[in-house]
């Protein structure tokens, strides 16, 4: 993984993480912290879920969320799959959105006392799955 400086001031951390063969893009790791949190758990999946369609002859993308540990520390894991709806600006209600197909995003949230820490690993879905256990490893070895 390649350590970067977070491109906005939400951010704690990025990384990028190297792509998988085939693919056209790298991944992207992304740490944020609120320390006035920013919603609900499932606020937040339905945020992150609306960032994609479905894929191509399918109803909806594929959406799967589970139980996970970030060190000691309860937390909610989505993985979801289809076509990403990347916006440019990010926030901006007029942004550009640029389709991309076949993308996947690992999701996770966990509240602490002093705030809540939500992480994204989002890229091509073959990329993404390239780093997905060492990232699931990196999560659980939190202190």
């Given at each position: ?44 999946l ?34 979801v ?8 600006p ?54």
């Amino acid at each position: 993984w390649k350590e970067e400086n977070p491109s906005s001031a939400m951010r704690m951390a990025q990384f990028k993480l190297a792509k998988a063969e085939g693919d056209k893009e790298e991944a992207e790791l992304a740490l944020f912290f609120f320390k006035g949190g920013s919603g609900s758990v499932d606020q937040n999946l339905k945020r992150q879920l609306a960032k994609f369609k479905p894929a191509q002859g399918k109803e909806e993308p594929d959406n799967k969320t589970e139980k996970a540990k970030v060190g000691k520390i309860d937390a909610t894991l989505q993985d979801v799959k289809g076509v990403f709806l990347s916006k440019f600006p990010p926030f901006a209600p007029n942004a550009k959105i640029t389709e991309k197909a076949d993308w996947r995003q690992i999701y996770v949230i966990f509240m602490t006392d002093t705030g809540d820490y939500y992480m994204t690993l989002l890229g091509p879905a073959k990329t993404v799955e390239k780093h997905e256990k060492a990232f699931k490893e990196w999560i659980a070895s939190f202190k």
